[in-house]
């Protein structure tokens, strides 16, 4: 019999699970969906089937679950699974958790390591006809894009001989998804590679180095011309961990270093660019324009989730990201980055017209927390923001309703950028279920052309994607 889980801020409220597989094959919409709207999205995110070992959790260690709409001729359906893992798997045979996935040696002894393959609980991604379930410390993980059904880590006919990023970047010219991976080889090493799959599937490049330090590096950018490997100071230390101290900590004093390398180089070509302690969980696009690299990201003054290396927890403030813009002089001596907030509000999640990854772009989209809203790592607004004219409009929920990450649809293939449809997960908190929410991405402020209705919620959780019907 499965046990109560913890009193817990990541198990109660929306972050609880749901702990429950369904099918729904016909969604009751309020408006009309765009009947140009055909394919699937998939939103991936933490829903652990048996409270964790201890009282100990985390928002990250839980199992993967995906939810996928598939939209045709103005209708959506639903349906939701767990990505079998082996680890989901031994712990549905012994109807326990059996590993804390943030402390490897905090194991049960029926935990059988062979073939383990994380929680596959952080992103998706569809390319080169496969879908593909992403956490950053293991190999993808395969399902079926229509059923859902489990089909195992993909290592690209054992090419892949490190774990992958939970986010790729799909070069919209070539179709190549570029990679990476830290703590490559032992455990919390310095070791990071970086490798490219083109548009067949086929892993053509890949390669390893060495970074600064040993850091959680979670996301990374590549422009036309350039890859750009971020190392912010939330170091990874073993030696702390079996002293008991946090495994994962900030640690300031070692500074932000920012690697470059040419995209048509190596790993060998790498420029290292020093700069003050800040912390990025996910970046909005970059490009390389003359002999600048222009990113824009969402910055923490310190990083949000963790605590510092003695355990003690940050200033929540500081823990708050906001829209920046980095400019990185190639040609400069100096190897310091020009830095300037866009926005004042908060927000993450940022996405744009992927049609326009890696180029100058005008359009970027984001869950924004703009006034009142549910206290932790929630949001109430869906903000578009015009790179242009350097405005933002935004759609608000009410103060008891968060949004996730919003995904850019576009209307036709060939369609101007920007022109297109967001989707987006919206809990009703006063009713304590879920929404789909889709939007104008032109007229974010008029609010959801129409609202596909759940009569469960979707627990909060991390990213989604879109494949095309077509």
Not at 149 to 161: I, P, Y
Not at 401 to 411: L, M, R, S, T
Not at 450 to 457: I, N, Q
Request: aromatic share 12%; net charge negative; proline share 8%.
């Amino acid at each position: 019999m499965t046990k109560p889980y913890p009193n817990h801020d990541f198990l109660n409220g929306n972050y609880a699970p749901i702990r429950m597989e369904c099918d729904l094959n016909d969604l009751v919409v309020e408006g009309e969906i765009p009947k140009e709207i055909f394919g699937s999205y998939y939103r991936n995110g933490p829903d652990p089937q048996f409270p964790p070992m201890g009282n100990e959790y985390h928002w990250f260690a839980g199992d993967g679950m995906i939810h996928a709409f598939h939209f045709e001729n103005g209708k959506v359906s639903y349906k939701n699974r767990w990505v079998q893992t082996s680890k989901w798997k031994q712990e549905r045979k012994s109807g326990r958790s059996l590993i804390n996935p943030l402390n490897p040696m905090d194991v049960d002894p029926d935990w059988d390591p062979e073939n383990e393959d994380g929680t596959a609980n952080t992103s998706i991604i569809f390319h080169a006809g496969k879908l593909l379930a992403l956490e950053e410390g293991h190999l993808p993980f395969e399902l079926d894009p229509i059923s859902l059904e489990s089909k195992g880590s993909q290592n690209f006919d054992n090419k892949l001989l490190s774990p992958m990023t939970a986010h790729p970047k799909i070069d919209p010219l070539t179709g190549h998804m570029h990679g990476f991976s830290y703590t490559v080889g032992d455990f919390f090493s310095t070791r990071m590679s970086y490798f490219v799959i083109d548009a067949k599937g086929s892993l053509v490049k890949y390669e390893e180095f060495d970074a600064p330090y040993s850091s959680m590096v979670h996301d990374f950018m590549v422009t036309s011309e350039h890859v750009i490997f971020p190392i912010f100071p939330l170091s990874m230390d073993m030696q702390r961990a079996m002293e008991g101290k946090p495994p994962i900590a900030w640690e300031p004093d070692k500074g932000t270093h920012i690697g470059v390398m040419p995209k048509d180089g190596s790993v060998e070509d790498i420029k290292w660019y020093t700069d003050d302690p800040c912390f990025v969980f996910h970046p909005m696009n970059a490009y390389t324009e003359d002999n600048k690299i222009i990113a824009d990201v969402m910055q923490f003054e310190e990083a949000p989730l963790f605590p510092h290396a003695d355990g003690s927890m940050g200033d929540p403030k500081k823990a708050e990201a906001k829209l920046n813009r980095w400019e990185i002089d190639l040609s400069s001596n100096s190897s310091n980055i020009k830095k300037n907030y866009l926005d004042g509000d908060l927000g993450e999640f940022p996405k744009v017209d992927e049609r326009y990854a890696m180029m100058k772009y005008r359009h970027g989209y984001y869950a924004a927390g703009i006034g009142d809203h549910i206290p932790g790592t929630s949001f109430n607004s869906i903000a578009h923001f015009d790179h242009t004219s350097g405005k933002k409009q935004f759609f608000k929920l009410s103060e008891n309703d968060a949004v996730g990450e919003p995904v850019f649809i576009p209307k036709k293939e060939d369609s101007e950028e920007g022109e297109g449809y967001l989707i987006v997960t919206a809990y009703r908190g006063e009713e304590n279920r879920s929404d789909l929410l889709i939007l104008d991405a032109q007229n974010v402020e008029s609010g959801p052309l129409a609202t596909a209705k759940l009569p469960h919620r979707i627990p909060f959780g991390f990213h989604g994607n879109w494949r095309s019907g077509n």
